[in-house]
């Protein structure tokens, strides 16, 4: 590329930059500042509306149980998901399709209407098995299927899994060694977006908890804002620098690992 | 095997543009800490052939981009048929390129493609079918015109490729590795293909390669470089058998070194005296550069035990010839001979190498270590 | 898994391991799907189209054109944005931290949606809002005719907050197919910029694009939670109209009207969604992965 054109870029991509970066970064930044808010006009600025997060039962609770649906629903997607795309691809090729058709479908058909179908079987649930908030997890990891199904096969196309077990189970490995330590080691990176995305669309999901009345972290929020803004503001802050920060370390942990791993190869 | 006469451009297809001349001035190119090009000046002359050689990061790539007009120079000239294009946006400087891979226009067909640049010249949609239909048929691809690249084979994709690149008649053809990336037997078709089209339309030419069997067989003049600098000019006989220095005596072909001692301008080696290229090199320990096809065999006895003794230790059936590994204790050689002599060596013999006397060139920088 | 007893065994061995997912999956999406479409068609007696027929009614039909109007504006305003965002990046160093920090936020912000987001603008540019205040002490009113934020045009300024991001993240693939060798021959060909975005890129890039604008469009069409927090409950978008639906007290009554609308969504997304895939498989085509 020459320089001129070069140049040309440069500027381009600063002006982007500059003006969607204000665009993304200002609300954000009210939030921060809304949250931080004193009582009066001048006040100086609080973080009492961070603080008294954990002072609020309720509010702890709904933390609590959004984080610990976070974490279900993410080993509940890889222990259903990776061990089928991998046996699907390896066995049953003509089911790969179909698996792929039903996992997108949570896209055409979205949460606000499968709520609707949601409600009488959660009527069931509650009275037959549980009525904790935890049982979301059986809706969440509908909701997370096409985000995580499209992230593990990303991870699958770019390992030659089919050469991969051919030799290690000519080297006489199970099918279960093939899939743990041979091929999922190989697709790590994948491995953690799809568990990312997971954490990121549970810790958001509001649509289904709220229609089935459940109070996870997003209702929470909502119910708190009618009454006390900023403290509602603070937690949502607080939840969306978690889940950033989260993905970036855990975007760079990916990347390190993969490259110690290249490294001791060579 | 070299035409170099100033033929015009097309004089087959009916055109008339004379070819053009391409200098390169002093050209210098500069990537943060690593110089790519340090001062290269060459000249290609009108309607020649001219194979830029090197191992990868040489600078031949980036020498043939800045004439291109894909990189910009830091410094020296690149003068077309006289005129000074250095600072000129590619898309006014009238060349043509073949890149190494994935060039065509996957939505087009082949004949759109090869049309492109016509179109962009504002030509006739009439005019522009047919002239791609003439390029294709000169590249021997007119049944394909209507598939799409991803319908042609690797070799089918570069042929369309060079009939794009020639159809807006351009002043000089840029090649930037094109083989590389073909199966092996489809890479010596097309190498003469390219060289048949290119002398038919009689188009100056560039052509960049780290493979110098390919540098060797289709090229007027081949330039060696190495670190930005061409260490070497001249025809590929020249190239070959009169190296100007131990890079390109190793890098062209295959070469033994074998200690020895220069005195009174030739070289004593194992015993047998060789003339030298340069025959004023000062007196002194040196190691002479020898080619595998100048050493010969004969048997000798299990006894023997000279310096031009030794046992074949390994041989590498080539076809119409043999390359034997032959150990002399202190060190190895490669031996090349024709397959059926090579018989009569078989691994494990004893045999007693002999020197044609080519001249060789010397190196004085270190021991007999092999390629 | 290797129990050689016999050809059939065998073959539904194979089967067992697709099992736990169908099974799941059958539970959990195929059921609650055939429960809204059985119960759009069930009524107190029994089979019903009565539903459906409810769906003419003006204030439906016009909750479902403002939520087809305001899919397309912030679809078409997430995809050109977005589009050049995705360039931006694209064009930068495949490793460099602006990518992987773009990319990462992109992430996070195109699942930003809902309650903070929502409240996000409303500390922005609500009444009291950072923005609203810093203008109101230069002199400047920022709501001359009235406030707008908590209305269909606020609600589609906040919807390009996520649909922006969302079109990085499906279009950057399609910009990354995009081999540099095609810019160059074009250049060595003659052409300058706007000829190579116009017959090379651009043509290619196009059903990339056109498909990554449908999926924007669904998004914005499904959503529920930004409209939940910003508007009444009322609902001038079809989400809304469910979610009434949904916790009416009048009961049964309203469950099939909920499910009655839920399948109009459905159909609007499924025709989308093919409209998506085929666009889709036309681009593949032509780029590389």
């Known amino acids: ?266 | 095997m070299s035409g170099l006469d100033n033929r015009p451009i097309g004089a087959a297809r009916g055109g008339t543009r004379t070819a053009a001349e391409v200098r390169l001035e002093e050209l210098s190119r500069q990537y943060g800490s690593t110089v790519a090009l340090d001062g290269l000046s060459l000249t290609i002359q009108a309607g020649e052939l001219v194979a830029l050689l090197g191992p990868s990061g040489c600078g031949k790539t980036t020498a043939l981009r800045l004439v291109a007009g894909l990189e910009d120079a830091d410094g020296g000239r690149v003068v077309v048929d006289g005129r000074d294009v250095t600072h000129l946006p590619p898309n006014r400087r009238d060349t043509g390129m073949v890149f190494q891979a994935y060039s065509l226009f996957p939505h087009m067909t082949a004949r759109e493609n090869v049309a492109f640049g016509l179109r962009m010249r504002k030509v006739g949609a009439e005019e522009r079918r047919r002239r791609a239909g003439e390029m294709l048929e000169l590249v021997g691809l007119a049944t394909q015109a209507d598939r799409y690249a991803h319908q042609l084979s690797g070799g089918q994709q570069q042929r369309v490729a060079l009939a794009r690149a020639l159809a807006i008649q351009p002043s000089v053809l840029l090649l930037d590795e094109p083989l590389s990336a073909l199966d092996a037997r489809v890479r010596s078709q097309l190498r003469d293909e390219i060289r048949r089209v290119q002398r038919e339309v009689g188009i100056t030419t560039l052509f960049v390669t780290h493979d110098q069997e390919e540098a060797l067989a289709i090229a007027d003049r081949v330039g060696v470089m190495r670190a930005g600098r061409l260490e070497q000019m001249g025809p590929p006989t020249s190239i070959y058998s009169q190296p100007a220095t131990p890079f390109v005596a190793e890098f062209v072909g295959l070469t033994n070194r074998l200690p020895g001692m220069v005195t009174g301008g030739a070289v004593d080696v194992r015993g047998i005296r060789l003339p030298l290229i340069a025959p004023d090199t000062p007196d002194g320990p040196a190691v002479a550069l020898v080619r595998p096809e100048a050493v010969s065999l004969a048997p000798t006895a299990e006894s023997s035990n000279g310096p031009l003794s030794g046992t074949v230790i390994a041989v590498s059936f080539l076809g119409a010839v043999s390359r034997l590994t032959v150990d002399l204790g202190d060190t190895q050689v490669l031996v090349q001979i024709p397959t059926a002599e090579a018989a009569a060596h078989p691994g494990g013999s004893r045999v007693r190498i002999a020197l044609r006397q080519d001249p060789v060139l010397i190196t004085r920088d270190g021991g007999p270590e092999r390629r | 898994m290797r129990r050689p007893l016999g050809g059939r065994l065998r073959l539904s061995s194979t089967w067992l391991g697709a099992a736990p997912f169908l099974v799941y999956t059958g539970a959990f999406l195929l059921l609650p799907t055939v429960l809204v479409a059985v119960g759009a068609f069930s009524g107190a007696h029994g089979p019903t189209l009565s539903n459906l027929t409810q769906l003419d009614q003006p204030y439906i039909v016009s909750a479902f054109v403002n939520s087809l109007v305001l899919s397309a504006v912030s679809a078409s305003v997430g995809a050109v944005v977005g589009a050049v965002l995705a360039y931006a990046v694209v064009t930068g160093s495949p490793d460099g931290v602006m990518r992987r920090l773009v990319t990462a936020l992109c992430g996070v912000l195109s699942q930003f949606g809902g309650v903070t987001l929502a409240f996000a603008f409303i500390a922005t540019i609500g009444t009291e809002g950072f923005i609203v205040i810093w203008l109101r002490q230069h002199g400047i009113d920022f709501y001359p005719n009235g406030v707008w934020l908590f209305s269909l045009t606020g609600l589609t300024l906040i919807y390009t907050y996520f649909q922006i991001p969302l079109m990085v993240i499906v279009f950057m693939p399609a910009l990354d197919g995009i081999r540099p060798q095609w810019r160059e021959a074009t250049e060595t060909l003659g052409g300058a910029t706007w000829h190579y975005w116009r017959h090379v890129a651009g043509p290619l890039l196009l059903p990339a694009f056109l498909g990554a604008w449908l999926l924007l469009f669904a998004n914005a069409f499904s959503a529920y939670a930004t409209a939940a927090a910003l508007l009444d409950i009322g609902g001038v978008i079809v989400p809304l109209q469910i979610s009434r639906a949904l916790s009416s007290e009048v009961g049964l009554d309203q469950s099939s009207l909920a499910a009655a609308l839920a399948l109009g969504m459905v159909v609007v997304v499924a025709v989308i969604t093919v409209g998506y895939s085929w666009l889709q498989r036309r681009s593949a085509r032509w780029l590389p992965r």
């Open chain 1, 1 to 266: 590329m020459n320089r001129r054109r070069r140049r040309r870029l440069t500027v381009f991509k600063t002006g982007v930059y500059v003006v969607l970066g204000l665009f993304f970064l200002l609300p954000l930044a009210a939030m921060v500042e809304f949250a931080t808010r004193g009582v009066g006009i001048s006040s100086p600025r609080t973080l009492s509306a961070f603080t008294s997060i954990g002072s609020d039962p309720e509010l702890v609770d709904a933390i609590t149980a959004s984080l610990e649906l976070a974490v279900i629903t993410s080993v509940a997607m890889l222990a259903l998901l990776l061990p089928t795309m991998i046996w699907v691809r390896l066995r049953l090729p003509r089911m790969v399709r179909p698996v792929e058709l039903v996992c997108l479908t949570p896209l055409t058909i979205p949460a606000i209407v499968l709520v609707v179908g949601f409600a009488p079987i959660y009527r069931w649930i509650e009275i037959n098995v549980s009525d904790s908030i935890l049982t979301l997890a059986f809706a969440y990891l509908i909701l997370v299927l096409p985000y995580s199904y499209r992230a593990l096969d990303a991870g699958l196309s770019a390992v030659d899994i089919r050469t991969l077990s051919e030799a290690a189970r000519s080297l006489g490995a199970g099918w279960g060694t093939v899939m743990w330590r041979v091929i999922v080691p190989n697709m790590s990176s994948a491995v953690t977006n799809a568990c990312l995305l997971c954490v990121a669309v549970v810790l958001g999901e509001f649509t289904v908890a709220n229609l089935l009345n459940f109070e996870n972290l997003q209702v929470a929020i909502s119910i708190l804002g009618t009454g006390n803004a900023s403290v509602s503001i603070a937690l949502a802050v607080l939840s969306l620098v978690f889940v950033f920060v989260f993905l970036l370390v855990l975007s760079f942990l990916a990347r390190s690992l993969s490259r110690r791993r290249r490294t001791a190869r060579a």
